[in-house]
């Protein structure tokens, strides 16, 4: 047995119910939702709506919905990928390196994960927030925990943190190759749906506050005063992936989805550009979802079902899915490079 320090990688997704149960929905929308950094209100405003209103209300309905998406041996599919995620990066860098799986909300912890790896006396640890855009409500929320409790420890290993892969060229080619899984000339139109943020996060990541988005050309190219936005990213990302598969201007839409509560959120809301696509007399779509690295409730039920009834109900024919990255051996590849912190 080698006597040498291995090498960490920390892998942390956003986190799902410990079961699709009431009171672990509500667990864990409570956790989530309370996070300064998802919904940034003052702590006595965040508290009263999400424990007096969000947790109470929305929790029975999505635990409805969670209970059709759990398989009965598997469980939730978010957790089911992001461990296939873990052991196959695992296999796939070898015993220099040790891989650990944490979520930020709920169950394995990042605090559980870190206390692990404490013990391990690692060489170094890189955390790769498995998010491919940044956003303060993830990747950021992410690495100030992980911040948070490392900076306790006694000693502390070489530290780094991915902020994001939005054009990563791996990963866009995975999303590609599961969009070739289908017959492209079968669909009228191509729409990207990412996961949507309140708008007032938006210039926030700007300290300088000259981010006016999405005036900022946010929507075209990415620059020294966007690199952080969230939108700026989500556009690179559907740049990245239209070149892979030849698609024009014209052929594709990018919108936001999940919209909670009342005020603004990143427009076009997926719900309003399908509307739009149906009166226009479009029949058959092909969704994209590239905001998730593995199929979760928000592509599972969201996409598939919510909007593709929606899309029906308006009069159109089919909505289908591309699948996520999950288990893609692509996908693996490209995790490799990131823990490597080497570029393709
Ligand atoms: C203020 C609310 C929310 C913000 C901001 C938000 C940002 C955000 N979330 C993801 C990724 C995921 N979100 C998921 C579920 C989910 N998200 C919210 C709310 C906000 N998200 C809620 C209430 C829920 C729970 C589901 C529900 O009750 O409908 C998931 C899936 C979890 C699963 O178990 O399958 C993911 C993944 C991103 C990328 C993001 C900002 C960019
Ligand atoms: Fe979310
Ligand atoms: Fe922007």
Not at 220 to 241: E, G, L, M
Not at 316 to 327: F, I, Q
Request: one cysteine or more.
């Amino acid at each position: 047995m080698s006597n040498k320090a291995k090498k960490g990688i920390l892998l942390v997704q956003l986190g799902t119910p410990d079961s699709p149960t009431t009171p672990d929905v509500k667990k864990y929308l409570t956790e989530f939702l309370m996070d300064p950094r998802v919904i940034d209100i003052p702590y006595f405003q965040r508290t009263l709506l999400v424990k007096g209103i969000i947790a109470r209300t929305r929790a029975p309905k999505s635990a409805k919905i969670y209970e059709t998406i759990w398989d009965k041996k598997t469980g939730s599919p978010l957790m089911h990928y992001s461990i296939l995620q873990r052991d196959l990066l695992q296999e796939s860098l070898g015993d220099e390196y040790h891989v650990e799986l944490a979520m930020r909300y709920q169950n394995p912890s990042i605090e559980a994960a870190l206390s692990k790896m404490e013990g391990m006396l690692l060489e170094s640890i890189r955390v790769i927030p498995l998010f491919p855009q940044y956003a303060s409500a993830t990747s950021g929320s992410v690495i100030d925990r992980v911040m948070e409790l490392i900076r306790k420890w006694s000693y502390l290993p070489e530290i780094s943190f991915v902020s994001n892969f939005c054009t990563d060229e791996l990963m866009a080619e995975t999303f590609a190759d599961h969009a070739r899984k289908y017959d492209l000339a079968h669909f009228d139109h191509f729409v990207f749906s990412y996961h949507g943020l309140p708008v007032r996060q938006l210039g926030k990541v700007d300290p300088t506050g000259q981010l006016k988005c999405p005036e900022s050309g946010c929507d075209s190219c990415k620059t020294n005063v966007n690199a952080y936005c969230y939108v700026s990213q989500c556009y690179a990302t559907t740049r990245t992936i239209v070149e892979k598969l030849g698609l024009q201007k014209e052929q594709y839409s990018l919108c936001f989805q999940s919209r909670l509560g009342k005020e603004p959120w990143i427009q076009p809301y997926t719900s309003d550009l399908l509307h739009d696509l149906a009166t226009k007399g479009y029949k058959k779509l092909l969704v994209f979802s590239p905001a998730f690295v593995a199929d979760c409730i928000e592509t599972i039920d969201e996409i598939g079902v919510e909007y593709a009834n929606e899309f029906k109900n308006l009069g159109g024919e089919e909505v289908c899915l591309v699948e996520s990255l999950n288990d893609d051996p692509k996908w693996i590849k490209s995790l490799k490079q990131l823990a490597l912190n080497a570029k393709n």
